[in-house]
C-alpha cells in the first residue's frame, strides 16, 4: 500500500472502466435521489469520493457536495471531470475533518470496510456525528457478508467471473476479515490487485451508531427502498443525529 492507499495512479487510471457497471444510470439514478432527498437543501459530505461516481451526478442534482479521500490519484480524475466545483480534502475519513455541518454525510459501494479494525469504523462513525448538522444522517450501503453460501471448510467465493475479470472474496472468520482479489487482464498480460476489508454486520453497525450518538432512521437492501430480509445480500442504512432537521 502506497500513499494513496489501494488506489493509486494504476489504478486510478483505470477505475472508472473497471468499474463500468456501476456508472450505469441504472444503479447510480437510485442512489443520487435518495441521497438528494435527504440533503434536502443542505450540504453533502461523500467519504471515499474517489472520481465522483455519485458525487458530480448530486452536485448535477442542485446538492452542494465536499468528499473526502485518501488518493490523490483518484481525487484528480473527480477534479478534472468535475471542472474543480466539487471540493475534496485528501485524508483519512476516519479522522479528517473539514469545515461543515452537512445535512447527509455517506459511504456507498462497501467503503466502510476499507477501514480494517473495528475501531477505525468506530471513529468513523464518531467523526460523521462531528460533522453533521442537527438532524443530518449518515447513509452507509455495503455487501453483507456470504458467510451463509460458503460450503463448510471453504474461504474463498467468487464475486467476479468474466473473459477479461475475475473477482474472489477471501474470509477470514475469526478475525472478521476479508481479502478481495482483483485480476485484470490488460494487454494481454493478467494483472493482479488484493486488498484487505473489515466486513461488518447491520446489528454492529447500530451499535456503532449508537455509541457516536446516533440512532436507525431507516434500513433497505437497496437505493429502490426494496426490504431488508435475512436474504438480502446487501444493506442501505440511514441513522439520525438528534435534533431538528437542518
Known amino acids: 500500500m502506497r500513499d494513496d492507499g489501494y488506489f493509486d495512479e494504476h489504478v486510478a487510471a483505470r477505475y472508472d472502466a473497471s468499474a463500468a457497471e456501476m456508472f450505469d444510470p441504472a444503479v447510480v439514478t437510485p442512489t443520487v435521489d435518495f441521497l438528494a432527498a435527504l440533503a434536502g437543501r443542505g450540504r453533502a459530505l461523500e467519504l471515499g469520493i474517489g472520481t465522483g461516481r455519485i458525487a458530480i451526478p448530486l452536485a448535477q442534482h442542485g446538492v452542494p457536495v465536499h468528499g473526502i479521500d485518501l ?11 468535475s471542472g474543480g466545483g466539487i471540493g475534496v480534502t485528501i485524508g483519512d475519513f476516519a479522522t479528517t475533518s473539514v469545515a461543515g455541518p452537512f445535512a447527509v454525510a455517506y459511504l456507498v459501494f462497501n467503503t466502510i470496510m476499507n477501514l480494517t479494525t473495528q475501531a477505525a469504523q468506530v471513529a468513523c462513525f ?3 456525528e ?3 448538522a442537527p438532524g443530518g444522517c449518515f447513509v452507509v450501503e455495503v455487501m453483507l457478508p456470504d ?4 460450503p463448510p471448510g471453504e474461504t474463498v467465493r467468487p464475486f467476479k467471473l468474466s473473459e477479461t475479470r475475475l473477482g474472489f472474496d477471501e474470509y477470514n472468520i475469526a478475525e472478521q476479515g476479508l481479502i478481495s482479489h482483483h485480476l485484470e487482464l490488460v494487454g494481454g498480460t493478467w494483472e493482479r490487485r488484493s486488498i484487505p476489508f473489515r466486513y461488518v454486520w447491520p446489528a454492529e453497525l447500530d451499535l456503532m451508531a449508537h455509541l457516536a450518538g446516533m440512532s436507525l432512521r431507516e434500513r433497505w ?3 429502490n427502498r426494496e426490504p431488508f430480509t435475512s436474504d438480502s445480500r446487501r444493506l442501505v442504512a440511514v441513522w439520525e443525529k438528534p435534533g431538528p432537521a437542518s
Not at 488518493?71 to 471531470?81: F, G, H, I, V, W
Not at 458467510?147 to 460458503?150: A, C, W
Open 221 to 223: 437492501s437497496g437505493w
Open 130 to 132: 462531528a460533522h453533521l
Open 71 to 81: 488518493s490523490e490519484a483518484m481525487a484528480a480524475r473527480l477534479r478534472a471531470k
Open 126 to 128: 464518531r467523526n460523521v
Open 147 to 150: 458467510l451463509q453460501r460458503l
